[in-house]
C-alpha cells in the first residue's frame, strides 16, 4: 500500500492562502497519479484537483483559476496551492494515489487535513 501524510490545513480569513501538502511513500509501488478531494459537512467527497505522472493537471471548475496542483521534482510529494480562499471551500481535504506494482493496482488515501475558511 501507499502511505500519504497530509499537512497544512488550518484557519484562514476569506481571500486568504494556504499551501497544503502530501507526503507519500509507495514502497514497491509506482504511483502514476495523485490527487486533492474534499469533503464538507454533510455532503459527498469531491475532487479538487488531480496530475498525472506527466505532469497532466485537472480541476473542478469551483477551484479554477484559484488553486494549483503540483508535485514535487523527483518525489512523490503533493502540493496544493490554494488563493483567494472562501467560505465555500471549508472542508476536510484528503490526498489520493493511485499505483501499481506489477499486475496490481491501488488506490490510497490519507487521513485528511481540516481547512476552515472563516472571519
Known amino acids: 500500500q501507499v502511505q500519504l501524510v497530509e499537512s497544512g490545513g488550518g484557519l484562514v480569513q476569506p481571500g486568504g492562502s494556504l499551501r497544503l501538502s502530501c507526503a507519500a511513500s509507495?514502497?514497491?509501488?509506482?504511483?502514476?497519479?495523485m490527487g486533492w478531494y474534499r469533503q464538507a459537512p454533510g455532503k459527498q467527497r469531491e475532487l479538487v484537483a488531480a496530475i498525472t505522472s506527466s505532469g497532466s493537471t485537472n480541476y473542478a471548475d469551483s477551484v479554477k483559476g484559484r488553486f494549483t496542483i503540483s508535485r514535487g521534482n523527483a518525489t512523490n510529494t503533493l502540493y496544493l496551492q490554494m488563493n483567494s480562499l472562501k467560505h465555500e471551500d471549508t472542508a476536510v481535504y484528503y490526498c489520493?494515489?493511485?499505483?501499481?506494482?506489477?499486475?496490481?493496482?491501488?488506490?490510497?488515501w490519507g487521513q485528511g487535513t481540516q481547512v476552515t475558511v472563516s472571519s
Open positions: 489520493n494515489a493511485n499505483a501499481s506494482y506489477s499486475q496490481t493496482s491501488v488506490s490510497s
Open positions: 509507495g514502497g514497491i509501488f509506482t504511483i502514476y497519479a
